[in-house]
C-alpha cells in the first residue's frame, strides 16, 4: 500500500507544479495549458498493483521477475478554454478548480500513507 500511496503523492506534487505554471502564465502570451492526465496515471498505477500482486504470487511459488517502475506520463488532454484574442487558452477558474481537487487528493493520500505508518509502529511495539 505504502508504495502506490507514494507513486500517488509524486503525481500530485507534479501535478501542482504544472497547474501552478498554468496560473503564473495566466496573462502570458499564446501559453497553452498543460496537465498531467489523471486517468492515464490511474491506469499505469493501477497495472503496477496488478504487477505487484503477480510478483508476489510468483515469488510465493518460486518464479521471480523484474519489476517495472511506472512513471508520470504528461498529456496535452488538457481541457481547453476559450481561446482568447491573444492566444492564450488558460481559464483561471477552470485551473482554481483543477489545483484545489489535486491539494484535496493529495491530502487524502498523505492522510492514508500517516495512518499506514502507524498501523505499522502499533506493529512493530507490540512485538517488542
Known amino acids: 500500500m505504502i508504495p502506490?500511496?507514494?507513486?500517488v503523492v509524486n503525481f500530485r506534487l507534479a501535478r501542482h507544479q504544472v497547474l501552478a505554471?498554468?496560473?503564473?502564465?495566466?496573462d502570458t502570451r499564446d501559453y497553452e495549458v498543460c496537465d498531467f492526465s489523471v486517468k492515464t496515471f490511474q491506469r499505469h498505477l493501477q497495472?503496477?498493483?496488478?504487477?505487484?500482486?503477480?510478483?508476489?504470487?510468483?515469488?510465493?511459488?518460486?518464479?521471480?521477475?523484474d519489476g517495472q517502475d511506472d512513471a508520470l506520463?504528461?498529456?496535452?488532454?488538457?481541457?481547453?478554454?476559450?481561446?482568447?484574442?491573444?492566444?492564450?487558452?488558460?481559464?483561471l477558474e477552470q485551473q482554481i478548480t483543477e489545483i484545489t481537487k489535486n491539494q484535496m487528493m493529495y491530502n487524502i493520500a498523505v492522510t492514508i500513507m500517516n495512518n499506514q505508518f502507524?498501523?505499522?509502529e502499533a506493529v512493530i511495539s507490540e512485538r517488542v
Open 21 to 26: 505554471a498554468n496560473i503564473a502564465n495566466l
Open 73 to 91: 506520463y504528461c498529456s496535452e488532454e488538457s481541457k481547453k478554454q476559450i481561446l482568447l484574442y491573444d492566444g492564450r487558452d488558460v481559464g
Open 4 to 7: 502506490a500511496l507514494e507513486k
Open 118 to 120: 502507524e498501523l505499522l
Open 47 to 65: 497495472e503496477a498493483i496488478v504487477a505487484r500482486h503477480q510478483q508476489r504470487q510468483e515469488a510465493m511459488s518460486g518464479v521471480v521477475t
